[in-house]
């Protein structure tokens, strides 16, 4: 685990990666995305920060790589409550989502989780001492959302998955991408926390990060 900034940490890789809010707050620990490997989130306790204390985990996404231990997060941790956009709630509720999910390109079987609230907007999410800005980016998928949260007067954004891919089984569409991409693009971030790609700053580069991916992911005409 690595801290990227005060209070806000990279736990790690695997398959996805994971970030984490600590609110300093008796909300506890706010995860970005679950993924797939429970020993890795696990060794937070490590580093002095308790497994325990995580209260919440907002998903970014429904893809199976971000959202595969959530259901062995909530047998462990009583209580954790589990955001994420509606338009993505589907498959990550209900079993038989495959396609949804991608949970076959992994040879793994999904198992669903009760979301505690479901975005239908952009939307400021308070927990603790923090202010989660939840921002419908589809493209990705159609409820794809990224997250920015401000800590010591910089903007960190969570953009999982910025990059793709884009497929007809995801729902993908690259012309909402398109106009996702700007969206963030307009939020002038100094550090953006990727989903496989790693953590950009300063502002410079998370905006060449963006850019460059905007610039190759053009819809068909």
């Given amino acids: 685990m690595k ?16 970030y984490m809010v600590d609110t300093q707050s008796d909300e506890g620990l706010v ?34 790589d971000h959202i595969g231990i959530c259901a062995q997060l909530s047998r462990e941790l009583s209580g954790i409550k589990f955001y994420a956009h509606e338009l993505d709630a589907a498959p990550i509720e209900k079993p038989n989502h495959d396609g949804r999910t991608a949970a076959s390109w992994y040879g793994v079987r999904y198992e669903p989780v009760k ?4 975005f239908t907007s952009d ?10 800005q939840i921002i419908h980016t589809p493209g990705h998928t159609p409820g794809s959302i ?22 007809e089984n995801f729902l993908s569409d690259l012309q909402d991408y398109q106009l996702s991409m700007q969206k963030l693009l307009d ?8 989903g496989h790609f790693g953590i950009f700053q300063p502002n410079h580069r998370v905006k060449q990060y963006i850019e460059k991916h905007k610039r190759l992911n053009q819809p068909l005409l």
């Fill in 146 to 167: 990224s997250v920015l949260v401000e800590s010591e007067g910089k903007k960190v954004l969570f953009g999982q998955d910025l990059h793709g891919p884009f497929n």
């Fill in 3 to 18: 801290q990227i900034i005060k209070n806000i940490y990279h736990v790690g890789d695997n398959e996805c990666s994971v």
């Fill in 115 to 118: 979301l505690y609230q479901k």
């Fill in 31 to 64: 995860l970005i995305d679950a993924g797939m490997n429970l020993d890795m989130i696990r060794q937070i306790n490590s580093h002095g920060i308790l497994f325990k204390n995580i209260q919440h985990c907002i998903l970014t996404h429904c893809h199976i």
């Fill in 187 to 194: 939020l002038e971030a100094d550090i953006l926390c990727e």
């Fill in 123 to 132: 939307t400021i999410l308070r927990i603790g001492n923090y202010d989660f």
